[in-house]
């Protein structure tokens, strides 16, 4: 197993916080269109 240091762990968590928010965006903003198209 790789030992990582506080600073590479922080980091590490932060790009995938950042990751997981853009997901949620694009599935938001997906839905969003998804919605538009069923109901014009």
């Known amino acids: 197993m ?5 600073d590479e762990v ?15 965006r694009d599935i938001d903003k997906a839905l969003v269109i998804l919605s538009k198209q ?3």
Do not use: G
């Open 2 to 6: 790789i030992m990582l240091t506080d």
């Open 10 to 24: 922080a980091l590490l968590r932060s790009l995938l916080t950042a990751l997981r928010a853009i997901k949620v």
């Open 38 to 40: 069923k109901h014009p």
